[in-house]
């Protein structure tokens, strides 16, 4: 069994900065993958960005140069760095990790508001 737990959201302006955080504690495998989607009250959960065991990521195209995915192997930690905040990134931002199976924290709400 794996769990999830997630950190760092909250109420920021627009152009302001957050920094998630998600570690991870269970049966945690060498070879994983980490990332993180977001769900906006009636839309759909997507994609926001991945990063592998071996530190290939992927964004996706609504986040490109704003966010910044990385990871600390020793912990296991994953965080993702947004900046550039805009309106329509406020969501409740998942935390996922994948191994033969697919883990999820419980999110957490990033509101971006003047």
């Known amino acids: 069994q794996v769990q999830l737990v997630e950190s760092g959201g909250g109420l920021v302006q627009p152009g302001g900065s957050l920094r998630l955080s998600c570690a991870a504690s269970?049966?945690?495998?060498?070879?994983?993958?980490m990332g993180w989607y977001r769900q906006a009250p009636g839309k759909q959960r997507e994609l926001v960005a991945i990063?592998?065991?071996?530190?290939?990521?992927n964004y996706s195209d609504s986040v490109k140069g704003r966010f910044t995915i990385s990871r600390d192997n020793a912990k296991p930690t994953v965080y993702l760095q947004m900046n550039g905040l805009k309106p329509e990134d406020t969501a409740v931002y998942y935390c996922?990790?994948?191994?033969?199976?697919?883990?999820w924290g419980q999110g957490t709400q990033v509101t971006v508001s003047s």
């Open positions: 269970g049966s945690i495998r060498r070879i994983y993958t």
């Open positions: 996922t990790l994948r191994m033969l199976s697919s883990y």
């Open positions: 990063i592998t065991s071996g530190d290939s990521t």
